[in-house]
């Protein structure tokens, strides 16, 4: 195909400790995958099949500085392991799955939580209140294969809000992956977010987030 009849999207490019940027292909997300979160957001924490949702790819930043979404009076934080995937494909074998992963690193899955709840009730998508400008900030990823266990934790200004433990995981990293590509065709540059432990909370304007992996590069970043 020749030229285009408007200028194409700028790459989304992640940081990545000590190598080149990681292109961003596509957000996937994975719904309450830590018991403890799945009760406190009123839901049964037995191991039922994953579910997923996605973020658009422009979402994804290393900003210090995220700004405020319009639309909300109640922003929530979750601090969450990312996986970068260099490789992919459909009907991947649990066996295999971590074969695509190229790197992990800390992301927030920033959420408009009163529109959540407006859409839960009514039984719609989620869309407005996980896929918004700036809502997936990360930290640089770091090549190799991806933790399983260690502390994840996130802090506002100091004050310690989320903490648990990777091995807490209801779905590993490995079965994520193999039942994301039983719905999508996975390709290098897809980023997934596995869910966030207990904790989750309101961020104020001004308020700075330091989300943290033990083993991984922190994601760091000031509301405006």
């Avoid at 859409?119 to 719609?124: I, N, P, T, V």
């Avoid at 209140?129 to 997936?136: E, H, L, P, T, V």
Wanted: some cysteine; aromatic content about 6%; glycine content about 10%.
């Amino acid at each position: 195909m020749g030229s285009t009849v408007i200028a194409p999207p700028p790459h989304t490019l992640i940081e990545v400790k000590g190598e080149a940027a990681f292109p961003v292909r596509r957000i996937y997300c994975v719904g309450r995958n830590y018991a403890d979160h799945a009760r406190e957001m009123g839901a049964d924490p037995d191991r039922e099949p994953p579910f997923f949702f996605t973020k658009p790819r422009d979402a994804a930043g290393n900003g210090t500085e995220i700004p405020y979404p319009p639309a909300t009076d109640d922003l929530h934080h979750e601090v969450e392991l990312v996986l970068a995937l260099k490789s992919g494909g459909a009907d991947i074998p649990l066996s295999r799955a971590l074969d695509h992963v190229y790197g992990a690193a800390v992301g927030v899955d920033l959420t408009r939580r009163d529109l959540q709840a407006d859409a839960k009730k009514a039984g719609r998508p989620w869309d407005t209140a996980k896929g918004f400008d700036f809502s997936a900030p990360m930290g640089p990823i770091t090549p190799g294969e991806a933790p399983s266990r260690g502390a994840i934790r996130l802090s506002v200004d100091d004050a310690l809000r989320q903490t648990g433990d990777l091995a807490d995981m209801i779905w590993s990293s490995a079965e994520i992956i193999a039942a994301l590509s039983t719905l999508f065709t996975l390709e290098a540059g897809d980023l997934i977010f596995t869910g966030t432990p207990a904790g989750v909370g309101p961020l104020a304007r001004g308020e700075r987030v330091r989300a943290e992996i033990e083993g991984l590069e922190p994601a760091e970043f000031v509301v405006i």
